[in-house]
């Protein structure tokens, strides 16, 4: 069985400082991976998403993901986040060829002046 | 496009009555998904269609919850009789069957409270 273990549930942070949000799956085959971010009383949106190919993977908002199969990670990072960027991220995985996202819980990065 | 479109954004009901969420997923999109959202369970996937058939229900939580999508444009999630546990944020999302499969297209979400 598939599963998401976000390994910080909150994250606080300067403005303008580095983040990383970190990332575990577990998958018996192989996966695609996606981080989704919700803004405060909205839906989820996605920041970026892992298929194939390269292994770094460029998102919205100047967000990165690197996947890391023998680490079996896919962490989240900005190198200078904003104040606009405190939100909710969730990873998630999905089994090739088939649509069901499982989602981490959650990590709130709170950006901090 | 206006996204997926969800109904009633806020919902406050009592103990016992039957509630039903709507939603109109993005036109053209073959699958419809309905998640429930708690500080306590975070995110959970409910139930999914494709091509309007359920596919997959075993988030259900149980028989008090049904799910209907009658059509490509439309589909309902109905609790009877709602509990104050069922008090949530319910989304619905849908998504391509290629192309961009896998992006998944969030509502803003339905917030219930059940007294």
């Known amino acids: 069985a598939q599963s998401v273990t976000q390994l910080d549930s909150q994250v606080p942070v300067f403005e303008e400082a580095p983040v990383e949000l970190r990332c575990n799956y577990s998958?018996?085959?192989?996966?695609?991976l996606f981080w989704y971010v919700q803004y405060p009383n909205q839906g989820l949106q996605l920041l970026l998403k892992?298929?194939?190919?390269?292994?770094l993977v460029k998102g919205i908002n100047g967000f990165e993901a690197e996947f890391n199969k023998s680490q079996t990670s896919f962490h989240l990072r900005k190198p200078s986040v904003h104040i606009s960027d405190t939100a909710e991220y969730f990873c998630a995985v999905s089994s090739g060829g088939y649509n069901k996202l499982i989602f981490g819980a959650g990590t709130r990065l709170a950006v901090h002046p | 496009d206006a996204g997926v479109i969800q109904s009633p954004r806020h919902e406050v009901t009592e103990m016992g009555q039957e509630v039903t969420l709507r939603c109109k997923p993005i036109s053209g999109h073959d699958y419809l998904f309905w998640y429930r959202q708690t500080m306590m369970r975070g995110l959970e996937l409910l139930i999914y269609f494709n091509n309007n058939v359920p596919i997959d229900d075993s988030g259900m939580p149980e028989d008090r919850f049904s799910a209907k999508m009658p059509n490509a444009s439309f589909s309902t999630l109905k609790i009877q009789p709602s509990e104050p546990r069922d008090s949530a944020v319910y989304f619905c999302?849908?998504?391509?069957?290629?192309?961009?499969?896998?992006?998944?297209?969030f509502g803003p979400g339905t917030r219930l409270t059940v007294t």
């Open positions: 999302a849908s998504t391509p069957s290629s192309g961009r499969a896998y992006e998944q297209y």
């Open positions: 892992y298929l194939s190919g390269s292994t």
């Open positions: 998958s018996s085959v192989s996966v695609y």
